[in-house]
Nanobody, 124 residues
Framework: QVQLVESGGGLVQAGGSLRLSCAAS????????RGWFRQAPGKEREFVAS????????SYADSVKGRFTISGDSATNTVYLQMNSLKPEDTAVYYC?????????????????WGQGTQVTVSS
């Protein structure tokens, strides 16, 4: 059974950095790319960043532009999210998923194989 597994979360002070990883296990699958989403307590899950395998194009939520960088290796099916200059409002559970449908990279319904998430907590 295909599964995406996130890792790298933790507790960090404001201004610090973390690097999240998203690895695939349990089999092979095709996808158009990978995305990172996050869900803060009491809020809906929201798009953070995405990468497309076809041309390595990336997309970011306005709230993380200039601070977060998504990168990936299609050969190993692993994606990373480098998070710098972290703010308390970045505190959330971060999820990665595989984009399996053509369409906007910001739309959750275009993604599948969601991971269990990794907690990121930024203290002030």
């Amino acid at each position: 059974q295909v599964q995406l597994v996130e890792s790298g979360g933790g507790l960090v002070q404001a201004g610090g950095s973390l690097r999240l990883s998203c690895a695939a296990s349990g089999g092979t699958f095709t996808s158009y790319g990978r995305g990172w989403f996050r869900q803060a307590p009491g809020k809906e899950r929201e798009f953070v960043a995405s990468i497309s395998w076809s041309d390595d194009s990336t997309s970011y939520a306005d709230s993380v532009k200039g601070r977060f960088t998504i990168s990936g290796d299609s050969a190993t099916n692993t994606v990373y999210l480098q998070m710098n200059s972290l703010k308390p409002e970045d505190t959330a559970v971060y999820y990665c998923a595989a984009r399996r449908r053509v369409g906007p990279t910001t739309v959750e319904n275009n993604y599948a194989f969601w991971g269990q998430g990794t907690q990121v907590t930024v203290s002030s």
